[in-house]
């Protein structure tokens, strides 16, 4: 099932990027005089519907799917969070609608912190590379945003999310109700565990800086960029001397680390979440 929760929450995303593509309509100039020609169309900017409609209906359609097919094998999905994971049965249309959006909802939210992080690595890249341009531009309002907004932006993400979402749980008696201030609590644990997806792209940018001190992967625009996110990842630790022949080992040492790092944090943070239910 994950696999095609994967295929799907990509396929909605691609339709996202597509729709919230703007393009200006071209305007011509008239060729003779006239009361008509005087009158021009206005420019203006048209947003691609078309892909708006049909990532509704991928969403949408995904949990009809889920109702039908998950009612008759009494199936039990679960939303899955870095340290938390929230159980749906999915005898409910209403359940399996949020599900679906929810895991769409994490998808957008990897996708953008991923990018914030990768433009943020890579600033000298920004005029010479058409792929970092692209980025750029899809990223919208946050290519604005200051390099330090990636130490604010998961936690916003994951707090607004629980702030604003708990009273979902609470209709679907999954959980009980609850203070404001342990509402509050509970966000800041959620907004903490934001922090957690972002390991994955940093093994891939740790792994890449391992593999590229020995080995010559190319001069591509692909290669340039993830070889100077993995330089800017690695510039505070160059002063390790850590090595083994050609191979620089501080990537593996990071990995370690990092790895080592979520695997308690996830458990304090579930332990943190647990103990502000068990207080209700």
Partial sequence: MWLFDFILDWVALLLWLRATSFKTSPVERPRTISPLASIKPADHLTPCLWAGAAMLAVIVGRAVIYWKIGTAVDWMPTINFPSIAIPLRSNSFGRMLTLSCLTFGVTLYLFYTYLLLLISLTPGLETSSRIITFLRKKSGVMRYFPK?????????????????????????????????????????????????????????????????????????????????????????????????????????????????GQYFARIGLWQMFRGFLIAH
């Fill in 148 to 260: 330090t907004a990636l130490c604010v932006f998961p936690f916003a993400c994951g707090f607004l999310f629980w702030t604003f979402s708990r009273w979902i749980w609470v209709g679907f008696g999954l959980l009980p109700e609850s203070s404001w201030g342990s509402i509050l609590k509970e966000a800041c644990v959620l907004g903490l565990n934001a922090f957690l997806p972002l390991q994955y792209l940093l093994y891939g940018l740790l792994g890449f800086a391992f593999m590229n001190s020995t080995i010559f992967f190319g001069t591509s625009q692909i290669v340039q960029i993830l070889s100077a996110a993995s330089k800017a990842l690695l510039a505070p630790f160059r002063r390790i001397p850590l090595t083994l022949g050609k191979w620089d080992l501080v990537p593996i040492l990071l990995i370690i680390l990092i790895g080592l």
